[in-house]
């Protein structure tokens, strides 16, 4: 089986939750540090458009969005599993919770210019322009509001009682003994506040969620070696996309399979990804596109927070 690439950046939380869960798996991979704002050609040369962070590689496949990716390395690593309490709504529930709410008020709170050093050591005052322009456009349209900081912490400050109150009777993790799913979304949404100092006080009066994200922390990324984007790309080049078996067509509304189509999040970062579409379960969209660069390539979107239409 090829190795797993991750596209990733230090300072990016959705990308800690997935070091977190290679860290709780102990996987070896391959890490390639993109920038953080675009252009990103070489994500772009894999993924066709999407440039969110992170962007997992198996091979030819290329696999968009956190919650996607973490079923991906559940299927490539089984154990320990991800889903010792099921899969179920409750753990479903926690991490888009975490992720549609938490994520947006903590990275307010916490990336701050007192702060910003701590994400991103070599930032310069250009660099914090361009990266304020860059989210700027990418949130243009988007349905994810950032409010004021006052109104970010007042909103995180509501709801650290109630997280505190998962590991009551001395529970270690959101639901039980050993972390699961919902524990990687919870925890990579608070991460920005737990790093940044000063901030990090908020946690203070509440030594249960403290010492949850030094144990979660504690998970370490497992083992990484670093590669150049180029040399992924070769990787691709090199590799067939995996066999899906069969391919299903629901609730697609006139669309069919082998029709050009575009996959792109529902939420912010609208950009399109161009392809044959392959299959769209209720789980997940897998389109095929070919790049000069990396060959021909599987990309994969889960189905929920994606849209799939018609290519004009
Ligand atoms: N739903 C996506 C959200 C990913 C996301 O918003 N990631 C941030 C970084 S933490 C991002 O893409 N920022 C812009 C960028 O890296 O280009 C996921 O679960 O992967």
Redesign the pocket.
Known sequence: MPDIVLHHYPA????EKIRAILGFKNLKWKSVIIP??MPKPDVVALTGGY????VLQIGADVYC???LIARAIEGHAPSPTLFAYGDTLAMEAITSFA?AVLFNTAVPIAFTPATVKVFFPDATPEFLDTFRADRVA?RKGGTARRGPVNECRATVLHFLPKIESQFRDGRPFVLGATPCLADFGLYHTLWPVWRAPGVKAMLNPFPKTYLYMDRMAALGHGRPTEITSGKALEIAKASRPADLGYGLAIELEGIKLGDTVEVLPVDY?FDPVKGELLTASADEIVVRRTDPRAGTLQVHFPRF?YEVRKAA
Not at 12 to 15: E, G, L, V
């Open positions: 990016s939380p959705y990308a953080p704002v440039r969110r962070t992170p969005d956190s919650g992720e990418m970062a927070g």
